[in-house]
């Protein structure tokens, strides 16, 4: 492939090619799939004028449009759904199936945008509740933020893009894209899909670029808002690097599940399975560490391990495949390198453990204590750790032992156990009788701790994303 095939930026509501590219290549096969052009530094000044040219008029849209255009998103990629899995699969090598149940869920989440346009909450603020309020009255109204960068990962290159996306355009405000480096070609299809509406062209920008690129926008007070998903070192870093602007970060967890006696464990074993190896674990809550009460331990653990050892790994492209590559083999080579630390220090592999290129075994752990990089750092990899515990305050208290605080979940009839879980969780949800894997795209979604500021969820981010204005007026006496 050459210079001129190369993948062009969306930059002012055009098609631009630009002198650098990169290669993004397929983690099954290693095939180059596409050369992608590189924003580079002459590029930020354009995107500044665009934006800033843009952003008046998409802020005096009218809610209707905004809808309308949301929903001709939705109705784009249902249209085209089959080539938005297959490039998913192809760049993020995530199993085919996984990719389309990814586009599936960014079409509910353009949908749900296109509602949520035509409902941003404003209020009647009574302004007589003090004295000498009585001849005013009050209203709110939110408004909004203004140009916002969102910066997103490669495990979920449309859903996750969706969630920067959506929100925006449902909100009034300009966004510029940059898509992860490893999976780019599905937000520039979805590039695509956004001109076919009538919002005004540069109202979305799609640049790749370098990391030092984004930092230079992250500084630039040309954008009002960032919203970034992706690594904690890396989130916390462009925070302290972005000023005065709103900042919501997303960087992840290494989600716990607890099980106590009374949960239903068939129900468990079967969805800690599907927590713990989808899309190899390169979820920010795929299940990481399971906690079992100690008359369940073995019950849960032989049935767990078969079904781990019976999981389908390979092709991504085919049907029956459950576990494919990781982004990378730099990526596996970490992980295998985890496994092995973790049994230097006296856990034990049960399944699993092994890496051949970017694969790796689907692997379950025991024996493990709190300080093992396995259960205190996000591993992002098909490893689960399982761990017995006497007494529900016990669990508690192993759980929380972490930098991060998703999400949670645990298996439990008992609804004082789940009040009390509901409390003590240092988490920024909890699921019962669910896995913490689970996300619906219109439930607030983020965590505290380490794992970031500010929600997710299309309502959520617009509230996020827009800023409350009041309106005081005083009533002819």
Known sequence: MTMATAKPILLG????????????????????????????????HQVVESVKRVSTEFARIPAHARAKALLHIAAGLSNRREEFATTICQEAGKPITDARREVDRAIQTFRIAAEESTRIPGEILPMDLTPGGEAYSGSVKRFPIGTVLGITPFNFPLNLVAHKVAPCLAAGNPMVLKPAPQTP?????????FLTTELPPETLTII???????????????????????????????????????????????????????????????RCVAGG????????????????????????????????????MGDPSLEKTVVGPLINEQAARRVEAWIQE??????????????????IEPTVLTHVSS???????????????????????????????????????????????????????????????????????????????????????????????????????????
């Not at 098609?15 to 580079?40: G, H, I, K």
């Not at 520039?188 to 899909?193: R, T």
């Not at 230079?216 to 070192?233: D, E, K, N, R, Y």
């Not at 006296?346 to 092994?354: Q, R, S, V």
């Open 342 to 359: 973790a049994v230097s220090q006296g856990a034990t592999i049960l399944t699993g453990g092994t890496r051949k290129h970017s694969f």
């Open 277 to 312: 190896y989808g899309y190899s674990g390169q979820t920010c809550i795929s299940v990481q560490r399971i906690f079992v009460h100690e008359s369940r331990y073995d019950d849960f653990l032989k049935p767990f391990v078969d079904r781990v050892r019976a999981l389908p």
């Open 371 to 477: 300080n093992m990089k396995v259960c205190c750092e996000e591993i992002f990899g098909p490893v689960v750790t399982v761990t017995s515990y006497a007494h529900l305050e016990e669990a508690l208290t192993l759980h929380n032992d972490s930098e991060f605080g998703l999400q949670a979940g645990i298996f439990t009839s008992n609804i004082d156990t789940m009040y009390q879980a509901y409390s003590q969780l240092e988490v920024g949800a909890l699921l019962v009788n669910e896995i913490p894997t689970f996300r619906a795209d219109h439930m607030p979604y983020g965590g505290i701790k380490q794992s970031g500021l500010g929600r997710e969820g299309v309502r959520y981010a617009i509230q996020e994303l827009t800023e409350p204005k009041l309106l005081v007026v005083k009533t002819p006496s």
């Open 208 to 270: 790749p670029c370098s990391n030092a690129l984004a930092e230079q926008m992250v500084i630039h007070p040309a954008f009002q808002a960032l919203s970034f998903t992706g690594s904690m070192t890396i989130g916390w870093m462009l925070k302290g690097k972005a000023g005065y602007k709103r900042v919501l970060l997303e960087l992840g967890g290494n989600a716990g599940v607890i099980i106590e006696p009374d949960g239903n464990l068939d129900v468990a074993i079967d």
């Open 13 to 44: 509501g055009q098609w631009v090619q630009t002198s650098t590219v990169e290669a993004v290549r397929n983690p099954y096969s290693d095939e180059v799939l596409a050369m992608v052009c590189q924003a580079e530094s002459e590029h930020i």
């Open 185 to 193: 070609l599905t937000s520039l299809l979805l590039g695509e899909v």
